[in-house]
């Protein structure tokens, strides 16, 4: 069963606009909420992440946006640029363990 | 150089095969993890260290079995590769935790095709 479910499964984007990929969760137990960038032939590298008791947090043209009572949490990026293309996972993880749980991926492209 | 280094990066075998996967990280880090990645489904994983003398489960361990043979290295080994284990395969490594998060950091990834 997955632990976080994300959607889309694939994104195109045209340069400028923004991005937006959103995960949902069940277990309420997960205080941890990070972002994973991956580009092809690379593994995963921490993008951004957030702790539920805020509901947003920003670094760039990347922000997260936490909606804790409905167990939600999406990914913005703003002014897409092409070099923004890469597959991107949410996550979560309680604090302390070691199991960090995945969303299945999204695969954004940024057209120029 | 690369911190986490996984090698090979890439391998064909057949069904029934042995095979292992290193892993070696220069992070100094107590913690290492396996994880595989299948298309749609994610990253999931496999075991996990928190030192030499500490080996765990992970999600989906069955097939798989993992040596730490040193804080720097971590191998994961399939007894006898089948095809569903098909899959791209990465190591990471994070610092102790103390009830709080932090970071893993992932290597390149193995490739691995059973046939």
């Known amino acids: 069963q997955q632990q976080v479910k994300q959607s889309p499964q694939s994104l195109i984007v045209q340069k400028g606009g923004i991005s937006i990929i959103n995960c949902a969760y069940e277990?309420?137990?997960?205080?941890?909420f990070p972002w994973y960038q991956q580009f092809p032939g690379k593994g995963p590298a921490l993008l951004i992440a957030?702790?539920?008791?805020?509901s947003e947090k920003k670094e760039g043209r990347f922000t997260i946006s936490f909606n804790k009572s409905a167990k939600q949490f999406s990914l913005h990026i703003m002014d897409s640029q092409p070099g923004d293309s890469a597959t991107y996972f949410c996550?979560?993880?309680?604090?302390?363990?070691?199991?960090?749980?995945f969303g299945t991926g999204t695969r954004l492209t940024v057209i120029p | 150089d690369a911190d986490v280094t996984q090698t090979p990066r890439n391998r064909i075998t057949k069904t029934g095969k042995r095979i292992m996967l290193e892993c070696s990280q220069t992070?100094?880090?107590?913690?290492m993890y396996w994880y595989r990645q299948d298309p749609g489904l994610g990253l999931r994983l496999i075991y996990y260290?928190?030192?030499?003398?500490?080996?765990n489960k992970g999600e989906i361990s069955d097939g798989y079995s993992v040596s730490r043979q040193a804080q720097a290295k971590f191998s994961l080994s399939l007894e006898s590769a089948i095809p569903n284990q098909t899959a791209l395969y990465f190591c990471?490594?994070?610092?102790?935790?103390?009830?709080?998060?932090?970071?893993?950091?992932f290597g390149p990834g193995t490739r691995l095709t059973v046939l």
């Open positions: 957030i702790r539920p008791d805020v």
């Open positions: 990471a490594t994070s610092e102790s935790s103390t009830g709080s998060y932090n970071e893993q950091f």
């Open positions: 992070k100094g880090h107590d913690r």
């Open positions: 996550a979560a993880i309680i604090g302390g363990a070691n199991n960090l749980f």
């Open positions: 277990n309420t137990a997960f205080d941890y």
């Open positions: 260290s928190f030192d030499v003398k500490d080996i």
